[in-house]
């Protein structure tokens, strides 16, 4: 079993900045990769950010320039350091871990919201 739980979330107006962070507990020795993902109302959830034991980082277009993800091996803990940000980055964000076996384990859930 993971455990992760998510912080950082907020109120942010446009083209500021927010440093989302997940913290790991548990079997974190079979992580192999985690990544952030988020859900605006009324649509479906997407990946933002995705970063493998290795380092390999994946970026969805929108964010490619502006987000930053990375991880604290010695913490257990991935980053994710949003600037620049807009109004349709508001959403849920959501931390995932994928285990060596893939038995995917999700956060609870930080609300972002950027006002215009």
């Known amino acids: 079993q993971v455990q992760l739980v998510e912080s950082g979330g907020g109120l942010v107006q446009a083209g500021g900045s927010l440093r989302l962070s997940c913290a790991a507990s548990g079997s974190i020795f079979s992580i192999n990769a985690m990544g952030w993902y988020r859900q605006a109302p009324g649509k479906q959830r997407e990946l933002v950010a995705a970063?493998?034991?290795?380092?390999?980082?994946n970026y969805a277009d929108s964010v490619k320039g502006r987000f930053t993800i990375s991880r604290d091996n010695a913490k257990n803990t991935v980053y994710l350091q949003m600037n620049s940000l807009k109004p349709e980055d508001t959403a849920v964000y959501y931390c995932?871990?994928?285990?060596?076996?893939?038995?995917?384990?999700w956060g609870q859930g930080t609300q972002v919201t950027v006002s215009s």
């Open positions: 995932n871990a994928v285990t060596i076996a893939t038995i995917s384990y």
């Open positions: 970063i493998t034991s290795g380092g390999s980082t």
